[in-house]
């Protein structure tokens, strides 16, 4: 089974580009996991027949975040953003808003795992949501993951918008402290992965120059001067089922470039 992640940045953008169905059709993916679609389902063009599709979008700012899953195999069961306990638990709201009403996490159910979507909101520059982030939603988010694992693993991926260590950023002490790289940030992963989770990119692979995201400015991307901020985690016990994950940095359309994770059942 083959999945991927991708941050599309406007899926009506990206498919006016032809960016987004050659890829599927390329990679040929059975579930795929899309962030910033910035769109409702009747809004997108796109036609994916072989694909069942479930979005889950933003109900307070349309045109803004959104998350969707396309799969072929239809889900046991669809689910859109926290449960009701895990939000009245971590009060998610801040001063920007409801981010679990901002279409950030879907979740669909199938026989062997949880695949749960994610775009995890940006601390922004002036880090006036690194504490809803670091407070609330990265602690909502793990208690979420392991209550799922409770019943089946849990594969869960998407634009998390943290690069975890100084390999996962070309300018590391450069961008110490700022967005996407505060200790605050890299802490939530760091949790994850105390908890049993698997950063599983990082299991096959080590070393710098692997990114997914880049910035537009200073031909960023043709120098490979990016982030990786995009991510596959998997619970413990199916590290042995997965058998490769890849960056695929050839595919253009967004600022960032999709990821995939191969596993057997």
């Known amino acids: 089974m083959k999945l991927i992640s991708w941050n599309v940045n406007g899926i009506r953008s990206i498919h006016r580009k032809g960016a987004l169905t050659p890829v599927l059709e390329k ?3 059975d579930i795929v996991c899309l962030q910033e679609t910035k769109a409702e ?3 997108s063009e796109v036609d994916l027949p072989d694909y069942e599709e479930y979005w889950n979008s933003s109900t307070t700012r349309k045109g803004y975040a959104g998350t969707a899953i396309f799969t072929k195999e239809k889900p046991l069961s669809i689910s859109l953003g926290f449960p009701e306990k ?3 638990k971590y009060k998610l709201a801040d ?3 409801d981010p679990n009403a901002e279409g950030r996490v879907i979740t669909a159910e199938h026989k062997d795992f949880f695949a749960v979507n994610v775009y995890t909101p940006n601390s922004k520059p002036d880090l006036s949501r690194r504490t809803l982030r670091h407070k609330h939603w990265d602690p909502a988010f793990l208690a979420y993951c392991k209550l799922l694992e409770k019943k089946k693993p849990v594969i869960f991926c998407g634009d998390l918008n943290v690069a975890h260590t100084p390999e996962d950023l070309a300018n590391p002490k450069q961008n110490e402290g700022e967005h996407g ?8 992963i760091d949790k ?3 908890a049993g989770f698997v950063d599983i990119f990082r299991y096959f692979t080590k070393g710098k120059g692997h990114y997914t995201w880049w910035s537009h400015f200073s031909n960023a991307r043709e120098r490979n001067i990016g982030w990786r901020i995009d991510y596959f985690f998997v619970s413990k016990t199916l590290v042995p089922h997965v058998r490769s994950t890849r960056i695929h940095p050839e595919f ?3 600022d960032h470039c999709p990821i995939s994770l191969d596993i057997l059942f």
């Open 252 to 254: 253009q359309g967004s």
């Open 181 to 188: 790289y505060t200790k605050e940030e890299r802490e939530g």
């Open 192 to 194: 994850l992965i105390a």
């Open 95 to 97: 001063g920007y808003g």
């Open 86 to 88: 895990i939000l009245k």
């Open 27 to 29: 990679m040929k993916p």
């Open 41 to 43: 389902r009747y809004q």
